[in-house]
């Protein structure tokens, strides 16, 4: 559902009683977006994929945010995707959910998803349990295949984890930032620029999961409740205003260009 749509043509979307691909190029005008297919599952059994299968432009994003998942990657890796699990599965590479362990809450993404094409390699015969998961499962991966990262660990925290130039693991699809706030001395103590600006050419998506973060978005101040995400299309100005905390969040960006963020100064009277 579309909370709100504001008249510089920004959304903000309800995510909470949502399942299955939400945003993408197959959807009707207001889901649209030719870069970012967006979609989560909401405490679901473990399930396991019908065939291996690899994708032929895009890079896909497994974010577990309740339960765990187990992933086949490649010809011989397992991986055990926790609770506050990021896993990237890089294009070309053959890879099924294998099954998992608890109620699963997952949000997805594959960027870019326009021209991407999902090609099945085989039917999945990969049976695990959690016994025999315990010798085969692996904690880290090739970069040539993917990258997993735990979410959890601070270091991953309140940073561009993904993106080009300073972040943590280059990827020249999609910058994303998980922001983990306690309480207001804790997002003060964050070094992130966060002055007025706008990007030329790319989109920018913030996804609370926990609690609420108010942006100013040209003339309108946007509320995004918890569960809610909010677009901001290119040449947009915008900043952070406030959180609520304890605050959780995502923090998105694509297509990516490096010269893309264009500072604003305000004017002193
Ligand atoms: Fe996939
Ligand atoms: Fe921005």
Redesign the pocket.
């Known amino acids: 559902m579309v909370l709100k749509r504001m008249s510089d043509n920004s959304f903000i979307y309800d995510l909470k009683d949502k399942k299955g691909w939400i945003i993408g190029c197959f959807k009707e005008k207001n889901y649209y977006d030719s870069y970012l297919q967006l979609g989560k599952t909401s405490f679901v059994e473990p399930w396991s994929d019908p065939a291996v299968h690899y994708h032929t432009h895009a890079q896909e994003l497994y974010i577990v945010l309740n339960g765990e998942m187990w992933i086949s990657v490649g010809k011989d890796t397992i991986l055990r995707v926790k609770e506050k699990g990021l896993l990237l599965v890089q294009p070309n590479v053959p890879h099924s959910v294998i099954g998992g362990k608890g109620k699963i809450q997952h949000i997805g993404i594959k960027v870019p998803h326009k021209e991407d094409k999902k090609i099945n390699v085989r039917k999945n015969e990969c049976t695990i349990n959690e016994k025999s998961l315990q010798n085969y499962s692996q904690n880290s991966i090739n970069s040539s295949k993917g990258y997993l990262a735990d979410l959890n660990d601070q270091e991953n925290q309140n940073c561009w984890l993904l993106g080009l130039g300073t972040a943590k693991y280059e990827t020249k699809e999609l910058c994303l930032a998980y922001m983990s706030y306690a309480n207001e001395n804790e997002m003060n103590k964050n070094e992130h620029d966060n002055s007025l600006?706008y990007?030329s050419k790319s989109s920018?998506w913030y996804l609370s999961i926990k609690g609420e973060q108010v942006l100013l978005v040209e003339e309108e101040q946007l509320t995004v409740p918890e569960g809610c995400l909010l677009k901001i299309p290119p040449m947009k100005a915008?900043k952070i205003l406030s959180f609520s905390y304890p605050f959780e969040g995502f923090t998105m960006?694509t297509p990516i260009f490096l010269d893309d963020?264009v500072n604003l100064k305000t004017c002193k009277p």
Do not use: L
């Open positions: 600006h990007h920018e915008h960006r963020k």
